[in-house]
Each structure stands twice: as C-alpha cells, then as structure tokens.
C-alpha cells in the first residue's frame, strides 16, 4: 500500500493560490500570485529537489495539472531531479471536467475523489506525491487520505487567496518530523498524520 504526501507552498496566514506567478491562478480576483518566487534561494531549491527523488507516482488535481503539463514535458531534461521524475512517472489527475491528457503516462480519475484515492493508495507501492492542488489537498485532508505533510511556509501575508486549513477542517493532530529554515526565512517543515487531537488544561 502506497502512502500519499503533500508539498505545499503557504503564506504565514495560510493562503496557498498561485505562489508560482501572477497569472497561474486569478480566482476571485487574487491579484498577488508570484509571492513564493523572491524566496527561492539555493537551499530552498535543495529541499525541493530531495523531495522530489522519492516518489513513485504523482496525483494532481485539474488546476495543477494543467500548470504542470504546460511547462514541464517543454523542460524535459534527464539531468533535473524534478523534471525527470514529473515526465517519466505515472501522474494520476483527480478531474471532473478533462476529457483527456496528452502529458506521458497520465490517468484520469473520474469518479468520487475520496473513493479514488483510496483505491490508488491500495494498489500502488512507495511514495505518492501531490505538489499544490490545494483543492483537492483539502478534501483529501478531510478524509485522513493524506500521511505526510511537506509545508513550505513563507515569511508574508497576504489577507486574502485560498487557504489551505480552512474554517470547517477536519481536527487532526500531527508530529513533527523535520523541520529547518532557509536563509530567505522559508520555513520547511515535515508532518506526519497522528491522530486526533487531544486536549488539556493549564489550569
């Protein structure tokens, strides 16, 4: 049974839309994409691309999908960790509304999201990554769907953009795995799922 991780670039105040560019996702009239790309130094990139020789598989959801398939079969170079892995490797994409995929070995996933999922971590082995996707990220959440949590946190605010922990979500406790600071003040921290909250008293 595979296990299923996130990697997620937030905002100190939660927001995950468009880190990448000013137009990679304008919804509701967010006009500050491209907030994570002054951050980007050598030691943030590192992170990025360890993450990126573990996986066995990818699943993105529709929007990321579409980022993704734009830019990188474009980028195929054998010697980038994380262009390698994203062009060579199966990608699962949760979708509703694509019809097809050109990208090299992309499946779509039709149905109920949760159930889909669900039956992927069984029959996979190893690691399944999703990078962004952060709506998708969050039903998966809701649902316990989600073992590891990569969150990439930005030293800025930004008042408004989706959120990744919305109001409503689930209550779910984790444990700090790893946690380290970049020399632009991006702080990487890794999370295992661990349950369920528990509660106490100072008094």
Do not use: C
């Amino acid at each position: 049974m595979a296990t299923l991780s996130l990697t997620q670039f937030l905002t100190l105040d939660g927001v995950y839309q468009a880190p990448g560019g000013p137009d990679e996702d304008r919804s509701g009239g967010f006009a500050h994409g491209g907030w994570s790309v002054p951050f980007g130094d050598e030691t943030f990139l590192r992170r990025v691309e360890e993450i990126f020789t573990r996986p066995t598989a990818f699943l993105l959801g529709r929007r990321t999908y579409d980022i993704f398939a734009g830019y990188w079969p474009q980028h195929d170079d054998p010697a980038d960790p994380v262009a390698s892995k994203l062009n060579a490797l199966p990608k699962y994409v949760v979708t509703t509304t694509l019809d097809s995929a050109d990208w090299n070995a992309t499946t779509l996933l039709r149905g109920d999201a949760v159930e889909e999922v669900t039956a992927l971590k069984e029959r996979l082995d190893g690691e399944i990554q999703m990078h962004g996707s952060g709506g998708l990220a969050r039903t998966l959440l809701a649902h316990d769907l989600i073992d590891t949590l990569h969150l990439h946190v930005f030293p800025v605010v930004l008042g408004t953009g989706f959120r990744l922990f919305a109001e409503g979500a689930r209550p779910t406790a984790f444990r700090l795995t790893e946690s380290s600071v970049t020399g632009t003040g991006v702080a990487l921290h890794t999370y295992e799922r661990a349950g369920r909250p528990t509660y106490g008293s100072y008094a």
